[in-house]
């Protein structure tokens, strides 16, 4: 009120302005404020927009000429606010990735009201991306020249052409590990995953393309309700010598159906005995093993032999990958946020709008709540779930989810 040309305040330094009638303001004289005030009271209170930069600053009044550099900022300035202004908040990101190292935090007082909404959203003709990943640069890989290590690859062709990265030299020290998982059995995070321009690598596995079946089963193994059922695992014979020259394998695993054809299951290996060709297996099946099962096994630094396979040794903290034909100009990222990318818990009427959420271990959005709008975001390459919602009206529209690791 009292402000005539709104333009104008980008070119005053000062100006005066009257909160008072016209009379109180014959008497009292006009209040000074300085730019700073205009932009954080004023243009606020016009657009109810807050502005998130990848060149802005949390000291900023996150204004779209001095936007905040975080999300969390725009929250908290969010959270002074006394009353939201009707038709709500908009917190505008401009265009640009946005790394992530913890997931975005909402609680009951980040709410929104029926008709005072807060959205989160791209800018107009811009996208912002949230990154929960972490970026390798092309200059960190180097060829293997460990005898100890070349000489266990088994593909003599490869030995030559895989490269390593010390992921620990970089600062990432935290790979995750690989866990029992499968039909009927608890959910577990991933580990790290490997990515090049976008598409997920493939960990180390043997076959390439097929599964091998077992032999004679020596030992069914516990049972579901078995109390040996996570320390112990059954024993079965196997009838490729090639499985034979995995025995410095200290964490590998295999993938596939054991008991029932819908029972498909993760299990360790937890040893490999050459002389009566036999594996044992770390932890019992749900149903047995039976003599039709079929699997392949995984997470072995010894079957790197096609681009795009890579191993983690995580005592050492090195990756080990053999390239694939564009990797030396490729975009290359591991997962790293461990995190939903967004925990909101008891929110309502809070709308995430245009925006992607690229990378995680866990889920994108974990929501709990009312009302709560996803609208034409990009969900990618989440380890676990794309989203995980509980609560009542809520909307998904127009997104596009792919590559998701769970459900």
């Known amino acids: 009120r009292g402000i005539r ?33 205009i932009d954080k009271k004023v243009e606020r209170l016009l657009t109810f927009s807050i502005y998130v930069s990848l060149e802005g600053d949390d000291h900023n009044v996150g204004t779209k000429s001095k936007p905040f550099r975080t999300i969390e900022r725009a929250r908290d300035e969010i959270r002074e606010l006394k ?15 946005y790394p992530r190292r913890a997931g975005f935090k909402l609680t009951t007082e980040d709410s929104g009201k029926p008709d ?3 959205t989160y959203l791209s800018a107009p003709g811009e996208l912002a991306t949230l990154f929960g990943g972490s970026v390798l640069d092309r200059k960190w890989f180097n060829p293997v020249t460990d005898p100890l290590v070349i000489k266990r690859i088994i593909d003599a062709k490869a030995r030559g052409k895989i490269l390593e990265c010390n992921l620990k030299t970089h600062g990432l020290i935290d790979y995750g ?3 029992r998982r499968g039909f009927n059995l608890p959910r577990q995070q991933p580990p790290l995953q490997l990515f090049v321009n976008g598409q997920q690598m493939t960990l180390a596995r043997y076959p ?18 078995d109390d040996k059922f996570s320390k112990q695992g059954g024993t079965f014979t196997y009838t490729d010598d090639r499985i ?15 008991g029932r054809d819908w029972s498909w299951s993760f299990n360790k290996i937890a040893s490999i005995e050459p002389k009566g060709k036999t594996i044992t297996l770390a932890f019992g099946e749900i149903y047995g093993l039976s003599s039709n099962d079929s699997f392949y096994a995984e997470n072995l630094l010894e079957e790197i032999d096609l681009p795009g396979e890579y191993f983690i040794d995580r005592r050492k903290g090195m990756l080990y990958v053999l390239p694939t034909n564009d990797f030396d100009e490729a975009h290359i990222t591991v997962s790293t946020l461990t995190d939903s990318m967004i925990n909101a818990i008891n929110v309502e009427h809070v709308t995430f709008r245009e925006l992607v959420f690229d990378t995680s271990r866990a889920s994108a959005l974990h929501i709990n709540g009312k009302a709560i709008c996803i609208e034409s975001c990009e969900i990618v390459r989440q380890g676990d779930r794309a989203l995980w919602m509980i609560g009542t009206d809520h909307t998904i529209a127009s997104c596009n989810i792919h590559h998701v690791g769970g459900t």
């Open 177 to 179: 590990e690989l866990r």
């Open 83 to 97: 009353e939201l202004p009707a038709g709500g908040v908009n917190v505008i990101l401009r265009g640009g990735t």
């Open 208 to 225: 390439n393309d097929q599964q091998m079946h077992i032999g004679r089963i020596l030992n069914i193994g516990p049972l579901r309700n």
């Open 5 to 37: 040309d709104v333009k104008a305040l980008e070119c005053q330094e000062s100006l005066f302005v009257s909160h008072e009638t016209e009379d109180h303001h014959k008497r009292t004289g006009n209040r000074l404020m300085s730019l700073h005030d």
């Open 116 to 118: 005072s909404p807060i």
């Open 244 to 258: 034979s020259m995995w025995t410095a394998a200290n964490d590998a695993w295999i993938n596939g159906v054991f």
